[in-house]
């Protein structure tokens, strides 16, 4: 059976254009954009309209980099699949791409398929998996082959957690040679994790157990330093670089030095770099272990070279990382070492919305908004243009997005299943008022109309940001 929703009378913004457009939305998918008012939209019938004057019409947005029922530091990430896609679809997004997980000793396949069963089913939204490589060897080489064949195009390796997911600087030489040849996409984490471990047990020597010392063992130089390294091991093997969660302003310096010379490197930075700092890990009573997460927060004088690298496209993706732990008897499991306290912060359902007051506030304009939050990160991770746009042939997912409502953030109010807020009490301009996900209804002014299973799983191409 044909469906036809037509969203008129709104502001149409992707990375490309902002026009004042109806969209004409059939089956699942955009079918068609006319200028507001002209006979050829008007001519539009439809079962359904949504009226979306005043309003801006967005592109659903992609966050490329979530972590749903992470195992972590004896614990897991507190969003699952159902309850992090659905917050997701609250904040405006409609894909996500999360990561499986290779344990050590074991395979790809087997990381893979578990995370295709957490997933299956659950997912309110669309979604995608990067595989974590924990172990490289000739069989897990292999495999890597086989998964960029079967949707699964990127890769994260560690240069943290020895022990881990901790790959050395051969292993990840030998990845990075392999994905020269599969077109897989490596993503690195990028920290000197045995350079930070010795940090870790000197500081807890010292009797330096609040969170706070996660930021600074932690060091900014050791994240540039393993960003430099990953830069030119890429360059070694002939292969593209993706840095994840980017948040050092020397970092940001090694990826656009590396951009000038014509390297294929990208980076990705998150909101909790852009808003919040080293000033919230300092917060006192065990309150900063809300804020641990690595790369860490860093002093507020980082956050203008984040901005900056996104105005001129040496950091070209924003995503959460989104990576959820409750205060209440997770994030407690480091009170008295600081090392204890699972890494990782809740966002899923603010990106978009910190990214709209970020034009609000000037920092950069509404396309390129869009172009960070949905575009690029389609594009990288080889979603586009099914994602990322509003274009005849695109998924309809789309969100009417009204760019005056206010809104402060709070924890009592959020979707997210975590019991705390890393922007509690943060004013914000605009917000998310209907979504659509393949022409469904997920959010409908401001209820949750979708449902677990909705959300299917999306298998990817290449990247397609390579120049
Ligand atoms: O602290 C973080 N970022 N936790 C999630 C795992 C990772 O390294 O991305
Ligand atoms: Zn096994
Ligand atoms: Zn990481
Ligand atoms: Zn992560």
Redesign the pocket.
């Known amino acids: 059976m044909s469906s036809r929703t037509v969203v008129r009378g709104g502001l149409v913004i992707t990375a490309a254009d902002e026009i004042h457009a109806d969209v004409l939305i059939e089956d699942g998918r955009i079918a068609a954009l006319a200028a507001h008012g002209t006979p050829a939209a008007e001519a539009w019938t439809a079962d359904r309209t949504i009226d979306a004057t005043g309003k801006y019409v967005i592109p659903g947005g992609v966050d490329a980099h979530t972590h749903m029922e992470l195992p972590f530091g004896g614990t897991f990430a507190s969003d699952t699949f159902e309850t992090g896609t659905r917050a997701a679809a609250w904040g405006g997004t409609t894909t996500i791409i999360d990561f499986a997980v290779q344990s050590v000793g074991h395979s790809l396949r087997e990381g893979l398929d578990t995370w295709y069963a957490k997933a299956d089913g659950n997912c309110a939204i669309d979604y995608g998996f990067h595989m974590i490589v924990s172990d490289v060897n000739d069989d897990t080489l292999k495999e890597m082959d086989l998964l960029v064949e079967e949707g699964v195009t990127s890769f ?1 390796q ?1 240069m ?1 957690y020895p022990g881990v997911f901790y790959s050395d600087d051969g292993q990840i030489l030998r990845a990075m040679q392999r994905s020269a040849e599969n077109g897989g996409l490596i993503m690195m ?1 990028a920290e000197n994790g045995i350079a930070i471990d010795v940090l870790v047990q000197q500081a807890l020597a010292r009797g330096e157990t609040d969170p706070r010392y996660h930021g600074e063992v932690r060091k900014a130089l050791l994240e540039a330093e393993a960003t430099h390294r990953a830069i030119k091991l890429a360059q070694v093997a002939g292969a593209p670089l993706y840095v ?2 980017v948040s050092a302003m020397e970092a940001v310096a090694e990826l656009a030095k590396a951009r000038d010379e014509g390297l294929n490197v990208f980076g990705e930075t998150c909101p909790q770099y852009l808003f919040l700092s080293t000033d919230n890990l300092a917060e006192p009573d065990f309150e900063g272990s809300k804020y641990v997460c ?2 860490p927060l860093r002093p507020k004088e980082h956050q203008k070279y984040l901005w900056r690298g996104l105005r001129t496209n040496d950091l070209q993706v924003v995503s959460t ?1 989104h990576c959820p732990f409750c205060f209440v008897g997770q994030k407690e499991l480091g009170r008295g070492d600081f090392s204890k306290i699972p890494n990782g912060l809740p966002g899923v359902e603010n990106r978009m919305d910190l990214l709209h007051q970020a034009v609000v506030d000037g920092h950069i304009t509404r396309r390129r908004w869009i172009e960070i939050a949905c575009a690029t990160p389609a594009r990288m991770f080889g979603l586009y243009p099914k994602k990322g746009t509003i274009a005849p042939g695109a998924d309809a997912d789309v969100v009417i997005y009204d760019p005056h409502a206010e809104q402060i953030v709070s924890a009592e109010t959020h979707h997210m299943n975590v019991d705390y807020s890393a922007y509690e009490g943060k004013r914000i301009t605009g917000r998310v008022e209907t979504v659509l996900s393949r022409g469904e209804l997920v959010i409908t002014e401001r209820e949750f109309t979708g449902r677990a299973g909705h959300g299917v799983y999306t298998p990817r191409s290449t990247c397609q940001y390579l120049t």
Do not use: E, R
Request: hydrophobic share 35%; net charge neutral.
């Open positions: 994260k560690f943290a984490h994840v969660h690595s790369t990382d």
